[in-house]
């Protein structure tokens, strides 16, 4: 698998498709690596309609190297994939995620809007208990390990010790960065995932979210789903100038099911994703005039009328 | 072991000393038990004090309570608390309690002062850190595993299993509960630990603080302990009128210590607790 040297440390990555598709990079969710169940399909998929699908080990992901910088982990994750699509000649491309990946893609719209051609994000999390659960998986017990005995009792996590075994390197990068250095980054994320008013997108403040001038097609979260809740994507609507909102193409229920079947063993709550190819190829064909983008909204295909002035 | 029906469930207690002593209620830190306080209650005893343990519903041998009437566990605790010193005729109790134990003194003192002699804190937890970590520790697996595998799957978490091995009543009270109601519960509850400006402790405003007449003793907590920051400790003094600090009784980083070592062997982290019986004794024989 190829890797290139990005801020200081190595990403793996690797590109489906023809060398003169369209460039898109799909970013998976949790802290998944890119042979997460889900996502070669749908890549595949993009693929076949002509798009070049850039796929990658985000930090602290699969086999890239570890890094911890930046004002939460999705913006430092922003920043390394700008310049991964610079640096790999695929910007502008297509910025698509889901669920962590959806933040890591908001961000580098925003942050970024020079390597942005679109944005597509689907399962955006948000609200109270996400958030929570987040800081409660990514943070606390890094933080907890930390507390109790340092930087040898983080590396021992099974997050981090599964980092190591899939790149060495991460050994000495993290005992480099030692237990103050750690934990004061670790602080720092904790505190993007403290919900905050005025804080759609944890550690985003909600008007930086009007900077983000690609056209952006929202898939709409499951009406029960606690994780990537329907208000979220709503919100995110309303904060996303001309963006556009279209139902989710999996049933209503669909993450809840899944959530219960991979208790039972039972696959991955990403087998879906590969459903997400219609509506991104749909989007992301169209012209990149945001006046003629749809909304497929309960099923029914409405035109987004958008005045100019929202822009100035 | 007797115990009393509280709001339709049994709750667990013991009584050590004199019927004559000073009466003190015990409340440890985490979901424990009472028992794990019972040598600090000894050393009260041997110090003229009447004491109170008690299993807190969710916490050791008392039936489990799940209901959205309270805002808080801990405000559940704090009524289940109140009503238990009534049903035992104490009248003012000093209500002495570390950890999610002084929340729930707290709490107590704010809204059943008539229960409430003094009030004795250590370890109050607060902050971003120490609030997120309690949502985690005390909620959120909670309601992903009833999300995953319903009351089912949260019956075979350890420790409701460890609940129903104390108490076997638990086990079906766990599965009476729908497990929507279970989840709503949940996040009721869990709003209580989101860090919220104006809420020095989780789930209580500030100004409700004020109400706190009864005299009120603080443990200085350790300027590195991330679970019961010292800054907490200062602001709990801040908003308690008349309120004093009085110095630990352990050593620096005693508390980390104890709590790395109750993860290595499992143990609860709570061993230091005998140590504060010096000053509480002193506390209680002051006015």
Same mark, same amino acid.
């Given at each position: 698998?190829?890797?290139?040297?990005?801020?200081?440390?190595?990403?793996?990555?690797?590109?489906?498709?023809? @060398?003169?598709?369209?460039?898109?990079?799909?970013?998976?969710?949790?802290?998944?690596?890119?042979?997460?169940?889900?996502?070669?399909?749908?890549?595949?998929?993009?693929?076949?309609?002509?798009?070049?699908?850039?796929?990658?080990?985000?930090?602290?992901?699969? @086999?890239?190297?570890?890094?911890?910088?930046?004002?939460?982990?999705?913006?430092?994750?922003?920043?390394?994939?700008? !310049?991964?699509? @610079?640096?790999?000649?695929?910007?502008?491309?297509?910025?698509?995620?889901?669920?962590?990946?959806?933040?890591?893609?908001?961000?580098?719209?925003?942050?970024?809007?020079?390597?942005?051609?679109?944005?597509?994000?689907?399962?955006?999390?948000?609200?109270?208990?996400?958030?929570?659960?987040?800081?409660?998986?990514?943070?606390?017990?890094?933080?907890?390990?930390?507390?109790?005995?340092?930087? &040898?009792?983080? *590396?021992?996590?099974?997050?981090?010790?599964?980092?190591?075994?899939?790149?060495?390197?991460?050994?000495?990068?993290?005992?480099?960065?030692?237990?103050?250095?750690?934990?004061?980054?670790?602080?720092?994320?904790?505190?993007?995932?403290?919900?905050?008013?005025?804080?759609?997108?944890?550690?985003?403040?909600?008007?930086?979210?009007?900077?983000?001038?690609?056209?952006?097609?929202?898939?709409?979260?499951?009406?029960?789903?606690?994780?990537?809740?329907?208000?979220?994507?709503?919100?995110?609507?309303? *904060?996303?100038?001309?963006?556009?909102?279209?139902?989710?193409?999996?049933?209503? &229920?669909?993450? !809840?099911?899944?959530?219960?079947?991979?208790?039972?063993?039972?696959?991955?709550?990403? &087998?879906?994703?590969?459903?997400?190819?219609?509506?991104?190829?749909?989007?992301?064909?169209?012209?990149?005039?945001?006046?003629? @983008?749809?909304?497929?909204?309960?099923?029914?295909?409405?035109?987004?009328?958008?005045?100019?002035?929202?822009?100035? | 072991?007797? =115990?009393?029906?509280?709001?339709?469930?049994?709750?667990?207690?013991?009584?050590?000393?004199?019927?004559?002593?000073?009466?003190?209620?015990?409340?440890?830190?985490?979901?424990?038990?009472?028992?794990?306080?019972?040598?600090?209650?000894?050393?009260?005893?041997?110090?003229?004090?009447?004491? %109170?343990?008690?299993?807190?519903?969710?916490?050791?041998? =008392?039936?489990?309570?799940?209901?959205?009437?309270?805002?808080?566990?801990?405000?559940?605790?704090?009524?289940?608390?109140?009503?238990?010193?009534?049903?035992?005729?104490?009248?003012?109790?000093?209500?002495?309690?570390?950890? +999610?134990?002084?929340?729930?003194?707290?709490?107590?003192?704010?809204?059943?002062?008539?229960?409430?002699?003094?009030?004795?804190?250590?370890?109050?937890?607060?902050?971003?850190?120490?609030?997120?970590?309690?949502?985690?520790?005390?909620? %959120?697996?909670?309601?992903?595993? /009833?999300?995953?595998?319903?009351?089912?799957?949260?019956?075979?978490?350890?420790?409701?299993?460890?609940?129903?091995?104390?108490?076997?009543?638990?086990?079906? #009270?766990?599965? /009476?509960?729908?497990?929507?109601?279970?989840?709503?519960?949940?996040?009721?509850?869990?709003?209580?630990?989101?860090?919220?400006?104006?809420?020095?402790?989780?789930?209580? +405003?500030?100004?409700?603080?004020?109400?706190?007449?009864?005299?009120?003793?603080?443990?200085?907590?350790?300027?590195?302990?991330?679970?019961?920051?010292?800054?907490?400790?200062?602001?709990?003094?801040?908003?308690?009128?008349? =309120?004093?600090?009085?110095? +630990?009784?352990?050593?620096?980083?005693?508390?980390?210590?104890?709590?790395?070592?109750?993860?290595?062997?499992?143990?609860?982290?709570?061993?230091?607790?005998?140590?504060? /019986?010096?000053?509480?004794?002193?506390?209680? #024989?002051?006015?």
């Amino acid at each position: 698998m190829p890797s290139i040297e990005i801020q200081g440390g190595e990403v793996v990555y690797d590109i489906v498709g023809a @060398a003169d598709g369209q460039p898109i990079v799909v970013s998976t969710g949790g802290r998944f690596d890119m042979d997460v169940p889900g996502l070669r399909p749908l890549a595949e998929r993009l693929a076949q309609d002509g798009m070049r699908v850039l796929l990658w080990d985000r930090p602290n992901c699969g @086999a890239s190297d570890v890094q911890f910088w930046g004002a939460s982990e999705s913006h430092m994750r922003a920043a390394v994939l700008a !310049e991964l699509l @610079a640096r790999l000649g695929m910007a502008p491309a297509v910025i698509a995620g889901g669920s962590s990946g959806a933040r890591d893609s908001i961000i580098t719209a925003m942050d970024h809007p020079e390597v942005a051609s679109r944005l597509i994000v689907w399962s955006t999390s948000g609200g109270i208990y996400a958030l929570m659960r987040l800081a409660n998986v990514y943070v606390v017990p890094t933080l907890e390990a930390l507390n109790m005995g340092g930087i &040898d009792a983080a *590396l021992e996590l099974a997050h981090w010790s599964d980092r190591i075994k899939a790149n060495p390197r991460n050994h000495d990068r993290m005992l480099e960065l030692g237990t103050d250095g750690l934990r004061d980054v670790m602080h720092r994320w904790l505190g993007a995932y403290v919900p905050k008013p005025g804080q759609l997108i944890p550690g985003v403040l909600d008007e930086d979210l009007g900077r983000i001038a690609a056209p952006t097609m929202i898939i709409r979260g499951g009406e029960l789903d606690l994780d990537h809740p329907k208000r979220t994507s709503l919100e995110l609507q309303c *904060l996303i100038g001309g963006s556009v909102l279209v139902d989710p193409p999996w049933p209503e &229920d669909g993450w !809840e099911r899944s959530l219960e079947a991979a208790y039972r063993g039972e696959g991955h709550p990403f &087998d879906s994703w590969p459903l997400v190819a219609e509506p991104i190829l749909r989007f992301s064909q169209q012209s990149s005039q945001k006046t003629s @983008a749809i909304n497929f909204v309960d099923g029914v295909a409405v035109p987004t009328p958008r005045t100019t002035g929202d822009m100035t | 072991m007797p =115990s009393i029906e509280i709001n339709g469930g049994q709750v667990a207690y013991d009584v050590l000393g004199d019927d004559a002593g000073v009466p003190v209620v015990l409340t440890p830190g985490g979901r424990a038990s009472g028992e794990l306080v019972r040598s600090l209650g000894e050393r009260l005893a041997a110090g003229g004090a009447k004491v %109170l343990l008690w299993d807190r519903p969710n916490g050791g041998r =008392s039936d489990v309570q799940f209901s959205r009437r309270w805002p808080s566990e801990a405000h559940m605790h704090a009524d289940t608390l109140q009503q238990l010193i009534r049903e035992l005729g104490w009248g003012p109790t000093l209500l002495a309690g570390g950890s +999610s134990g002084g929340r729930v003194s707290i709490i107590t003192a704010i809204e059943y002062p008539e229960v409430t002699r003094k009030l004795f804190l250590w370890h109050i937890a607060g902050g971003v850190y120490s609030s997120m970590s309690l949502a985690c520790g005390y909620i %959120l697996g909670n309601i992903s595993t /009833a999300r995953q595998g319903g009351m089912q799957a949260v019956i075979e978490m350890p420790e409701w299993k460890q609940r129903i091995d104390q108490n076997p009543r638990n086990h079906e #009270r766990l599965l /009476a509960i729908p497990q929507d109601e279970f989840v709503e519960v949940l996040r009721l509850w869990l709003d209580a630990y989101v860090p919220t400006p104006g809420q020095a402790i989780p789930g209580v +405003s500030d100004e409700l603080f004020a109400k706190i007449v009864a005299p009120t003793e603080i443990v200085r907590s350790d300027k590195t302990d991330l679970e019961h920051p010292l800054e907490t400790c200062l602001q709990v003094n801040s908003l308690i009128e008349g =309120s004093r600090i009085v110095d +630990s009784p352990w050593a620096e980083n005693a508390w980390e210590e104890a709590f790395a070592r109750s993860r290595k062997t499992g143990g609860p982290p709570f061993d230091l607790t005998a140590d504060v /019986a010096p000053p509480i004794i002193e506390f209680l #024989r002051d006015g």
